[in-house]
């Protein structure tokens, strides 16, 4: 029933892993053609993420691309969840002061984006690398007022508890180290679903200090049975080999010490095997076992002058790094230039656009109300010629019929009905007058009062 357990637990470990692959392998093949969308961050963000401990020069290679297209996008979430592969990868490579200035960006970021979460992680993370980077009292900074945000960090608060107890072991603060290590120990045997290596491993490593080396023994045995990481299995072969030489325990002590030179020398991660062999060294040369000790002086050697070539590739890589980041950012300044040169173009010809319209606009309306007037002014004219003639006229017929009337009068002859002619004609005359004054009266500018008239 055991074994069964044990080949259903790593069926499902192995498809699991197979159904990671196939999604990460899908996010590959279709990055190339997908639009330059957030989706198309996600999915930099995601592959990058795969990569950041195992593979950092691959996490760079996905992430940088991603990075550049949040900004272009103004994707400022996009941004900072890009940035976490980012600076563990390049705290993997030695690369802290760029792993740094990244995470300054990061906390920046977060509290632009109000996100309790976020500012409580960037803050820890920036610890962190301040942890890799041996500055521990600057690590401690950051991890306290990531603690003092109240916000749950990433992994949850064992994993804060571990970093700031870390930081205090580093800095060999073992009574401050050991309240941390143990809540986040704690933390972690109640947590039965998420178990983790470095609370018992850090725990194992201050029992050891304190020369309690039956439990540090224990805690030691209990992480190396978690698994983990590489890096993880290396430190509790090297524990474990430290125990067992403090406890007589020599052939123990050479067998895990064996364990993390070939393990470290498959994986390449050279400082565990530099540990490892130092301490068969002193093994063999206290048991006079010439050819061995000299067997393992000569791997350490090797293994130092390969640490010293490493750090000179990475300090060239960092450079490389450096002025590839120097310029993506000319890159994103340029592009932001030439989007302000549009957009002052766009306005300068809006602007031109606007005037040259206000200005047309002006002279209709002018030209409009020119001919409005001048239409009016004819208008009078007509008017004034009509009334100047009719007028003419009134008074021609007047004046003939007062002779008419004055002949008719002497004669002794009956004038009435010249004399209601005269009337009608005065009253025509009369009407005729008022339309004249009603003509140059200013509030009477309407040509279509003028025609109504």
């Not at 997908?34 to 989706?39: E, K, L, S, W």
């Not at 960006?105 to 890799?132: C, F, H, M, Q, W």
């Not at 020369?211 to 590489?230: H, I, P, R, W």
């Amino acid at each position: 029933m055991k074994f069964l357990s044990l080949v259903l637990y790593f069926s499902l470990m192995i498809t699991s892993a197979f159904s990671q692959d196939s999604y990460f392998d899908s996010l590959k093949k279709i990055l190339p053609t997908a639009r330059d969308d957030t989706n198309k961050v996600y999915a930099y963000s995601d592959i990058a993420y795969s990569y950041q401990w195992s593979n950092p020069d691959s996490a760079l290679l996905y992430a940088l691309p991603g990075l550049a297209l949040a900004r272009k996008l103004n994707f400022e979430r996009g941004e900072y969840d890009l940035i976490l592969p980012i600076t563990e990868a390049l705290s993997l490579k030695g690369n802290y002061p760029q792993a740094l200035k990244f995470r300054f960006r990061s906390i920046e970021l977060a509290y632009r984006l109000k996100d309790p979460t976020k500012i409580a992680n960037s803050l820890a993370l920036t610890g962190n690398v301040y942890t890799y980077s041996n500055e521990y009292g600057e690590a401690l900074k950051y991890l306290y007022r990531a603690k003092n945000t109240n916000a749950v960090t990433l992994g949850g608060p064992k994993v804060l508890n571990v970093m700031i107890g870390k930081a205090y072991f580093l800095l060999q603060k073992w009574d401050s180290a050991f309240v941390y290590i143990q809540k986040a120990y704690d933390l972690d045997q109640a947590d039965t679903n998420d178990r983790w290596t470095e609370p018992p491993h850090y725990l194992a490593a201050l029992y050891e200090q304190k020369g309690d080396l039956v439990k540090a023994l224990g805690l030691y045995k209990e992480s190396l049975t978690m698994g983990g990481a590489n890096n993880s299995i290396l430190q509790n072969y090297n524990g474990l080999a430290s125990v067992y030489r403090k406890t007589g325990q020599t052939d123990s002590a050479i067998h895990y010490a064996k364990q993390a030179i070939s393990l470290g020398i498959t994986v390449s991660i050279t400082v565990p095997v530099i540990e490892a062999s130092a301490l068969l060294v002193e093994i063999y040369k206290s048991q006079h076992n010439v050819d061995s000790a000299f067997k393992y002086q000569e791997i350490l050697l090797i293994v130092k002058d390969s640490l010293f070539s490493q750090d000179k590739i990475k300090q060239l890589q960092n450079v490389t790094f450096d002025e590839q980041i120097r310029q993506q950012e000319v890159s994103i300044e340029k592009e932001k230039y030439e989007s302000r040169i549009k957009l002052y173009a766009l306005v300068a010809a809006l602007t031109v656009f606007i005037t040259i319209g206000g200005y047309s606009f002006y002279r209709y309306r002018r030209r409009r109300k020119l001919q409005s007037e001048q239409e009016m002014l004819n208008e009078r004219l007509r008017i004034s010629r009509e009334l100047h003639d009719d007028m003419g006229s009134t008074l021609g017929s007047i004046s003939i019929y007062s002779e008419v009337a004055k002949n008719r009068s002497a004669k002794n002859e009956n004038a009435d009905e010249v004399i209601l002619k005269i009337g009608a004609a005065s009253r025509e005359l009369i009407d005729k007058m008022s339309d004249i004054v009603w003509s140059i009266n200013p509030n009477n500018e309407s040509l279509e009062q003028l025609q109504n008239r």
